[in-house]
């Protein structure tokens, strides 16, 4: 008698995809490893030793997806850069108290494991372990038909920094007289990506479009180009000084981030002048007749990182990290901490 009864597979999930998934990740983990890691990929969890050269050790997390630009890789059928995005969201968070990246994990949600697709994206995870140093230690794939339409999928990352508890960095020590540098950004990165798409949809604009200001590059390429990870070149800076306060220019722009680390007290100056926006942006901005205000609060404008220095560090800061430059300064405040904008 045939076996007509439902099967998980029949409901739509599939473990042997998944099973061959892992397999594919097992060398991909194995390539970010760090001597601290006691476990392989492959358990209920990982373990980790905390590195011996921390005395008292804080443990720093952060979490974070790729938002909507997941619908522009798969439009354009490239996987691979938003893997390094999937890091870059997290590492840079830690990497804004002064932490070390330890550990990472990824969250792969789909309605259908697609094998190509998956071992671009966790090849992309792996590449940007690699750039921030950290472990790639573990992660979930779930299939979910009932929840996602076919093509669909969605990613989150988890990352686990250590920091020396005397060496946190908090902003508390910013003070008038102090400097704002900016170091640029790769371009859109991870944040405002609903915007953008609305504006694709409105103007009808093709992925596949060169633009002139663009210089060669299709728009697909251009916003799908991964968020820049900043992890190597601060550690190497903080080996011979410590910013005062650091921020990562997501969501909500320089002002909208900035402001979150300044103490009560001060506010910051920003000249809008002290740096050239991508063109993208501006590309962005024409089509979708975005006001600037918009485009300011929305997106990073160019300038990806920034920290917060006192005057005897200013030279050694620029000198250290390639393209930053002095983009504003310290002022006493009024009130709550605050950014303004100057032309």
């Avoid at 005395?55 to 938002?67: A, E, F």
């Avoid at 850069?81 to 070390?100: F, H, Q, W």
């Avoid at 508390?172 to 704002?180: A, H, L, M, N």
């Amino acid at each position: 008698m045939s076996n007509k009864g439902l099967t998980y597979s029949k409901a739509g999930v599939s473990i042997i995809r998944g099973d061959r998934l892992v397999d594919h990740i097992l060398p991909l983990a194995k390539s970010t490893h760090r001597e601290e890691v006691v476990t392989s990929v492959g358990g209920f969890a990982a373990l980790s030793k905390i590195p011996e050269k921390y005395k008292k050790p804080l443990l720093v997390v952060s979490t974070d997806g790729v938002g909507t630009k997941v619908l522009l890789a798969r439009e354009c059928h490239q996987y691979d850069t938003i893997g390094i995005d999937l890091v870059a969201m997290s590492v840079n968070d830690v990497l804004t108290l002064g932490a070390e990246p330890l550990l990472f994990l990824d969250y792969f949600a789909t309605g259908r494991l697609d094998l190509k697709v998956g071992k671009e994206l966790i090849a992309g995870v792996a590449e940007g372990c690699k750039q921030a140093g950290c472990a790639l230690v573990g992660g979930e794939t779930a299939e979910m038909p009932q929840v996602y339409r076919k093509g669909d999928f969605d990613l989150a990352g988890f990352c686990v920094g250590v920091i020396e508890e005397g060496q946190l960095i908090d902003g508390r020590q910013v003070k008038p007289g102090d400097y704002v540098i900016g170091i640029p950004s790769n371009g859109i990165h991870s944040n405002g990506f609903s915007l953008v798409r609305a504006i694709l949809k409105k103007e009808k604009l093709s992925l596949r479009v060169r633009p002139s200001i663009l210089e060669g590059k299709t728009l697909g390429e251009e916003l799908l180009v991964p968020t820049r990870i900043y992890v190597p070149e601060i550690r190497k800076l903080m080996k011979e000084m410590t910013p005062k306060a650091m921020a990562h220019i997501t969501g909500g722009g320089i002002e909208g981030n900035l402001s979150r680390v300044l103490p009560d007290g001060v506010e910051v100056e920003i000249s809008k002048s002290s740096w050239d926006i991508p063109k993208v942006f501006l590309y962005i901005q024409e089509k979708g007749r975005t006001p600037p205000s918009e485009m300011y609060r929305t997106f990073n404008m160019g300038i990806g990182f920034v920290i917060v220095v006192g005057p005897l560090s200013k030279d050694f800061a620029l000198k250290s990290i390639a393209g930053s430059r002095v983009i504003g300064d310290v002022k006493k405040g009024k009130g709550n901490p605050r950014v303004v904008w100057k032309s």
